[in-house]
């Protein structure tokens, strides 16, 4: 009996705990930003749950200083158009991508899941800068994720994709919105040479959670200064700066 006791006690113990740190992580840990108080930099402090934002050392996004060229598989994309379905959820601009496709990569196969925009780029190849990346989130059968970014620089032509998208830009943060007349083919994000840098990261928004396969396409795609002033308005800086490689290696696919 007393031992029943006991472990009723320990059980609700541990309840409240986890109650407790819950509650913790979404009055403290909920709010995160890419600037000021609740910026990259406390990331790590701002939730037990985000503590690998501060203590991983396998982090995203970083400085390809160095590459080793590899015999790597081909990335093979298998993308069906899709009512576009679109969402501002206070960090970024998403797009809803399940049962979009896949992308296989030599005997793994991955299913798009999101897309998101990050401005500027948060990738930095030999010291250069890019003025936005498109990270495709794809994962597989095992929960294994792989994200594509698609890089772009500002130039005199607009991008055709994004020009469809930013059309339909939410202002605000809220529910996502699916215009069903619009079809949209997401390949048209990619650039044309799918060459690539690849390595072993994370995630780069909290919790920052890692056995993240990066897939960095070489080719940059051009988007207008309107294109890029029309996201800034929304959101002028969403980057987190880059993570330390520590004893990572980054391979070239050429
Ligand atoms: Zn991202």
């Given at each position: 009996m007393q031992?029943?006791?006991?472990?009723?006690?320990?059980?609700?113990?541990?309840?409240?705990?986890?109650?407790?740190?819950?509650?913790?992580a979404h009055s403290i840990g909920g709010h995160w930003s890419y600037q000021g108080q609740t910026g990259p930099a406390i990331w790590g402090e701002l939730s037990k749950e985000y503590?690998?934002?501060k203590l991983g050392k396998h982090q995203s996004p970083i400085h390809i200083e160095t590459a080793t060229p590899s015999s790597l598989p081909?990335?093979?994309?298998?993308?069906?158009?899709?009512?576009?379905?679109?969402?501002?959820?206070g960090h970024t601009i998403k797009l809803d991508a399940e049962k979009v496709g896949s992308l296989t990569l030599g005997e793994d196969t991955y299913q798009l899941k999101q897309i998101?925009?990050?401005?500027?780029?948060?990738e930095v190849i030999q010291?250069?800068?890019?003025?936005?990346?498109?990270?495709?989130?794809?994962?597989?059968?095992?929960?294994?994720?792989?994200?594509v970014a698609a890089l772009f620089n500002k130039g005199n032509t607009s991008h055709p994709l994004i020009a469809t998208l930013w059309d339909t830009l939410p202002a605000k943060e809220g529910d996502a919105q699916t215009h069903a007349q619009l079809k949209i083919d997401l390949t048209k994000l990619l650039p044309e040479d799918k060459n690539y840098y690849t390595y072993e990261g994370s995630l780069t928004t909290p919790p920052c959670s890692e056995g993240v396969k990066?897939?960095?396409?070489?080719?940059?795609?051009?988007?207008s200064s309107e294109q890029l002033a029309a996201y800034q308005?929304?959101?002028?800086?969403?980057?987190?700066?880059?993570?330390?490689?520590?004893?990572?290696t980054v391979f070239s696919s050429n």
């Open positions: 031992k029943k006791w006991i472990l009723v006690t320990l059980t609700l113990f541990n309840l409240y705990s986890l109650v407790y740190a819950a509650d913790q503590t690998t934002c081909k990335l093979v994309f298998d993308y069906h158009p899709i009512p576009l379905t679109i969402e501002n959820n998101h925009f990050h401005m500027p780029a948060e010291k250069q800068q890019f003025d936005m990346v498109a990270h495709l989130v794809h994962q597989n059968a095992e929960g294994k994720l792989a994200v990066w897939l960095i396409l070489k080719q940059t795609q051009t988007i308005a929304l959101y002028p800086q969403s980057a987190r700066p880059t993570q330390p490689l520590n004893d990572r």
